[in-house]
């Protein structure tokens, strides 16, 4: 039997750019059917994220009533809406709701340590040894469990968004707006993702990352703006005119839940706006060559030892 | 191979196990203090092995606290109230809220999170063979020491928040506040026990842990807010069919609001809450022993 007669000749050529695309659909597919398997618990914990937004409604209302009474109890008849760090009353749960979003892009649970235990533990060696790109493959099946989650989480998004259509003030962006938010949308995924693999990626060089991934998720919640719209911190002054407010949204965390709420909010118009998608694309393409060539280095000192 | 034996209480049922004893010895009393105890002991022997370990966890749960409170007092450059609360008002009902919590994850979370993986593995067989009553062991079997540092900081701010208020606690407040602490205690074991019970049933669990943590959510706010519509049924909801808003709110008003006399009403709600709580879940964790199976043989 000559060779030309191999079944495997008439395959794909293995390195070829339409085996690669294969060789993803597969990954993606696999990654897919695997989300799908607990969908009930999915849909059941995606509805549960809503409820520590309730709370944050009320408690904002009573935060609002009370500088309402406050201003009333001055004298001072104003006809003027009380307005915190720029925000209306239905601006800030309009921006609540939408880090919700956001968050739903950029957040990646178990990421970073995920790569630092297998790191740890050995089970990097099977991304080493077969022609797969592991931070490919991660990224591949993050992006099937993002699209299972959206799968899912349409519908309790959608029901809470319309009940709450009330509290978006100014209504749909214009176009242009609306890409800007998309862009930075799909950004924030990708920030996300590269920043959560690089600090797993560390875990080439310390064993233990634990205290720091601890930080860092520290950060990106208290930092990032789902807690509070970053504006609120321009009250408070470093040097000069230069607030805290500048300070944190010169990060990369902001990008993670404040910046794409505030440009669907109409919060960041303009030249600020380009600026501010300019520097999330710097910071998508440095974490992106940290990550790979933490990747690359790390690969190289790394040892493994019994079988 | 248990089935059968439990239906009613494990303890006074642990002398059937011991079928080839002609007279079985009369059962003797578990001596539960010195049982816990030595659960304590062994505990700190563990966290003391791994000191720095032990550092860094105190580190991270004060770093939440620390991030919270923040939180607050950023809103408070905002506002002079939040529901009729003023600044330190508030910060009273932040300590009690801590110190209540981190009561619940010393003694109680360790061990609830254990208990559904015992259920998935079978081991809690073990647990039922023991002659001590099971809720007893594995409610407190580990304790986590680190929750301390949080417990101490919430005294601190406790202290603090009362002096910048100029409040001294009068007899009635010093008497009363610890009672209402652990009150608020028995209410949210009550709702991890319910859970764990649930998990016998149900197999999968770590919805019905977010689950916990999205109800207690509902704990900490000061029950002024829960006003309007939707926030006056949550607010009728978490009171009186999950009393979890009782848990901080009567103790942080017996020390930051003395005054009102209105409260009284609601804090004898508390104590009959705590006890319906506690006896319903026993009840309910006793039923699920009930319906278990091993997971093998």
Same mark, same amino acid.
């Given at each position: 039997?000559?060779?030309?007669?191999?079944?495997?000749?008439?395959?794909?050529?293995?390195?070829?750019?339409?085996? *690669?695309?294969?060789?993803?659909?597969?990954?993606?597919?696999?990654?897919?059917?695997?989300?799908?398997?607990?969908?009930?618990?999915?849909?059941?914990?995606?509805?549960?994220?809503?409820?520590?937004?309730?709370?944050?409604?009320?408690?904002?209302?009573?935060?609002?009533?009370?500088?309402?009474?406050?201003?009333?109890?001055?004298?001072?008849?104003?006809?003027?809406?009380?307005?915190?760090?720029?925000?209306?009353?239905?601006?800030?749960?309009?921006?609540? $709701?939408?880090?919700?979003?956001? *968050?739903?892009?950029?957040?990646?649970?178990?990421?970073?340590?995920?790569?630092?235990?297998?790191?740890?533990?050995?089970?990097?060696?099977?991304?080493?040894?077969?022609?797969?790109?592991?931070?490919?493959?991660?990224?591949?099946?993050?992006?099937?469990?993002?699209?299972?989650?959206?799968?899912?989480?349409?519908?309790?998004?959608?029901?809470?968004?319309?009940?709450?259509?009330?509290?978006?003030?100014?209504?749909?962006?214009?176009?242009?707006?609306?890409?800007?938010? $998309?862009?930075?949308?799909?950004?924030?995924?990708?920030?996300?993702?590269? $920043?959560?693999?690089?600090?797993?990626?560390?875990?080439?060089?310390?064993?233990?990352?634990?205290?720091?991934?601890?930080?860092?998720?520290?950060?990106?919640?208290?930092?990032?703006?789902?807690?509070?719209?970053?504006?609120?911190?321009?009250?408070?002054?470093?040097?000069?005119?230069?607030?805290?407010?500048?300070?944190?949204?010169?990060?990369?965390?902001?990008?993670?839940?404040?910046?794409?709420?505030?440009?669907?909010?109409?919060?960041?118009?303009?030249?600020?706006?380009?600026?501010?998608?300019?520097?999330?694309?710097?910071? $998508?393409?440095?974490?992106?060559?940290?990550?790979?060539?933490?990747?690359?280095?790390?690969?190289? *000192?790394?040892?493994?030892?019994?079988? | 191979?248990?089935?059968?034996?439990?239906?009613?209480?494990?303890?006074?049922?642990?002398?059937?196990?011991?079928? &080839?004893?002609?007279?079985?010895?009369?059962? +003797?009393?578990?001596? =539960?203090?010195?049982?816990?105890?030595?659960?304590?002991?062994?505990?700190?022997?563990?966290?003391?092995?791994?000191?720095?370990?032990?550092?860094?966890?105190?580190?991270?749960?004060?770093?939440?606290?620390?991030?919270?409170?923040?939180?607050?007092?950023?809103?408070?450059?905002? /506002?002079?109230?939040?529901?009729?609360?003023? +600044? =330190?008002?508030?910060?009273?009902?932040?300590?009690?809220?801590?110190?209540?919590?981190?009561?619940?994850?010393?003694?109680?979370?360790?061990?609830?999170?254990?208990?559904?993986?015992?259920?998935?593995?079978?081991?809690?067989?073990? @647990?039922?063979?023991?002659? %001590?009553?099971?809720?007893?062991?594995?409610?407190?079997?580990?304790?986590?020491?680190?929750?301390?540092?949080?417990?101490? &900081?919430?005294?601190?701010?406790?202290?603090?928040?009362?002096?910048?208020?100029?409040?001294?606690?009068?007899?009635?407040?010093?008497?009363?506040?610890?009672? =209402?602490?652990?009150?608020?205690?028995? %209410?949210?074991?009550?709702?991890?026990?319910?859970? @764990?019970?649930?998990?016998?049933?149900?197999?999968?669990?770590?919805?019905? =842990?977010?689950?916990?943590?999205? %109800?207690?959510?509902?704990?900490?706010?000061?029950?002024?807010?829960?006003?309007?519509?939707?926030?006056? @049924?949550?607010?009728?909801?978490?009171?009186?069919? %999950?009393?979890?808003?009782?848990?901080?709110?009567?103790?942080?008003?017996?020390?930051?609001?003395?005054?009102?006399?209105?409260?009284?009403?609601?804090?004898?709600?508390?104590? @009959?809450? /705590?006890?319906?709580?506690?006896?319903?879940?026993?009840?309910?964790?006793?039923?699920?022993?009930?319906?278990?199976?091993?997971?093998?043989?």
């Amino acid at each position: 039997m000559s060779s030309t007669t191999s079944p495997l000749t008439h395959a794909v050529r293995p390195d070829g750019p339409l085996a *690669r695309v294969r060789t993803w659909w597969t990954i993606l597919r696999i990654c897919l059917e695997e989300r799908l398997v607990y969908r009930g618990d999915f849909m059941l914990g995606t509805l549960m994220r809503f409820l520590p937004v309730i709370t944050q409604i009320l408690l904002w209302s009573a935060i609002f009533d009370a500088n309402a009474e406050a201003s009333a109890a001055s004298g001072v008849a104003s006809d003027k809406p009380v307005m915190i760090a720029g925000y209306l009353y239905g601006d800030f749960i309009a921006y609540y $709701l939408m880090t919700m979003i956001t *968050r739903a892009f950029s957040s990646m649970p178990g990421l970073a340590s995920l790569i630092a235990r297998s790191i740890r533990d050995g089970t990097i060696k099977k991304y080493l040894i077969q022609p797969v790109d592991m931070t490919g493959f991660l990224l591949l099946s993050r992006v099937a469990h993002k699209l299972v989650y959206y799968l899912v989480a349409t519908i309790p998004f959608a029901v809470i968004f319309y009940l709450c259509r009330g509290y978006f003030l100014s209504g749909w962006p214009d176009p242009l707006t609306f890409l800007a938010f $998309l862009a930075s949308l799909a950004m924030s995924f990708l920030l996300g993702f590269f $920043l959560d693999a690089t600090i797993g990626m560390i875990g080439f060089w310390f064993l233990e990352i634990s205290s720091l991934m601890f930080i860092y998720m520290l950060m990106s919640f208290f930092l990032s703006g789902q807690m509070f719209p970053l504006d609120m911190l321009d009250k408070f002054h470093l040097v000069g005119s230069v607030t805290w407010g500048d300070v944190v949204r010169a990060t990369p965390v902001q990008y993670l839940a404040y910046f794409p709420a505030a440009v669907f909010l109409g919060k960041i118009q303009d030249t600020r706006l380009a600026w501010g998608l300019a520097m999330q694309l710097g910071w $998508l393409l440095f974490f992106v060559w940290l990550c790979r060539s933490a990747f690359r280095r790390g690969v190289r *000192r790394y040892s493994a030892f019994g079988g | 191979m248990i089935r059968g034996s439990l239906d009613t209480e494990p303890v006074e049922t642990a002398a059937m196990h011991r079928p &080839f004893l002609i007279a079985p010895p009369p059962p +003797q009393r578990p001596k =539960y203090l010195r049982v816990f105890l030595t659960f304590a002991r062994n505990s700190l022997v563990r966290a003391m092995t791994f000191r720095t370990n032990f550092l860094l966890e105190c580190i991270t749960s004060l770093s939440w606290v620390g991030m919270n409170l923040s939180f607050y007092l950023l809103v408070f450059q905002y /506002t002079k109230s939040v529901g009729g609360w003023g +600044q =330190y008002q508030y910060f009273v009902f932040l300590a009690t809220l801590q110190l209540i919590n981190s009561i619940v994850e010393a003694l109680f979370m360790p061990n609830a999170e254990e208990f559904s993986e015992l259920v998935r593995t079978g081991e809690l067989d073990f @647990a039922l063979l023991k002659p %001590i009553d099971t809720q007893f062991l594995i409610s407190l079997a580990k304790i986590d020491w680190s929750s301390l540092a949080n417990f101490l &900081f919430a005294i601190g701010l406790l202290a603090f928040s009362l002096f910048k208020l100029n409040v001294f606690p009068g007899f009635a407040a010093v008497l009363l506040y610890p009672l =209402y602490i652990v009150s608020g205690v028995v %209410i949210l074991y009550s709702l991890t026990i319910t859970l @764990a019970a649930s998990t016998v049933w149900l197999g999968r669990n770590q919805s019905i =842990y977010d689950f916990w943590f999205y %109800i207690t959510n509902f704990s900490r706010y000061p029950m002024e807010i829960y006003r309007g519509p939707i926030g006056g @049924a949550l607010g009728w909801l978490f009171t009186f069919l %999950i009393p979890v808003l009782v848990v901080v709110n009567v103790p942080a008003r017996l020390l930051a609001k003395p005054l009102e006399a209105n409260q009284w009403p609601l804090a004898l709600f508390a104590l @009959a809450a /705590t006890v319906l709580s506690f006896a319903g879940s026993r009840w309910l964790f006793l039923r699920a022993l009930n319906g278990y199976r091993s997971a093998s043989s």
